[in-house]
């Protein structure tokens, strides 16, 4: 069966430590891949998305993702963490159903 | 970059009433919109993908008569939630595909619905 798996529920850093999110999927064929941040309330703003090519995508707000086939993977990475992006992340995937199917997502808590 | 409105923001309703949520997208045509649900602390599930013109297609478990989806132009859809009881209280976000735009996914601020 199509899955998102998203490992960690909850992550604690430190500011200006670096972060990596895990996203894992499981589809036949590449699949479109998002990362998307949702602040408490509020809808879910992109912060990045992998169709083809490059399999380093960069975003907003510093992120950048790695695109793996072998692992059927796409971690979400930031060099240093600002408070601010404290938020739930969302990894989300489109099978070629033409659909959004989502992951379960990650709270990411960051302390001064 | 694309945009998409959806109002309210928030509702509060008396049991037994129905309630009407707006999703419009501002600057680009959608012919696919999308409805999700999300509970408390937890990921977006999809109930339904709106086709301008045409039926919704419902999910799996997600009760058609009880979540009625109009998607009557290429920018705007509505999702009405009949006969709302307490437990469809929840967080509804709507989402619309730029085809044209990179094939992103565009969502809307989402409405917190609460049924009294």
């Known amino acids: 069966a199509q899955s998102v798996t998203q490992p960690d529920i909850h992550i604690t850093v430190s500011e200006g430590a670096s972060l990596e999110l895990r996203c894992n999927y499981s589809?036949?064929?590449?699949?479109?891949l998002f990362w998307y941040v949702q602040s408490p309330g509020q809808g879910l703003q992109l912060l990045l998305k992998y169709f083809s090519g490059d399999t380093l995508v960069q975003g907003i707000k510093g992120f950048e993702a790695e695109f793996k086939r072998s692992q059927s993977s796409f971690n979400l990475r930031k060099p240093s963490v600002h408070w601010s992006d404290a938020a739930e992340y969302f990894c989300?995937?489109?099978?070629?159903?033409?659909?959004?199917?989502f992951g379960t997502g990650t709270r990411l808590q960051v302390f001064p | 970059g694309a945009v998409v409105s959806q109002h309210p923001s928030w509702v509060i309703c008396k049991s037994g009433t129905s309630v009407k949520i707006e999703c419009r997208s501002l600057d680009f045509q959608a012919t696919t919109m999308f409805w999700y649900r999300q509970f408390p602390k937890q990921s977006l599930m999809l109930m339904a993908t709106?086709?301008?013109?045409?039926?919704?297609?419902?999910e799996q478990g997600v009760e058609k008569d009880k979540f009625l989806i109009n998607h009557a132009s290429l920018t705007l859809s509505t999702l009405t939630v009949t006969s709302a009881h307490p437990e469809d209280s929840s967080f509804y976000i709507c989402s619309a595909r730029d085809e044209k735009g990179g094939y992103g996914y565009t969502f809307g601020s989402g409405t917190r619905l609460t049924v009294v």
């Open positions: 989300a995937v489109d099978g070629g159903t033409d659909k959004l199917i």
């Open positions: 709106s086709n301008e013109g045409s039926k919704a297609t419902y």
């Open positions: 589809y036949g064929a590449t699949p479109y």
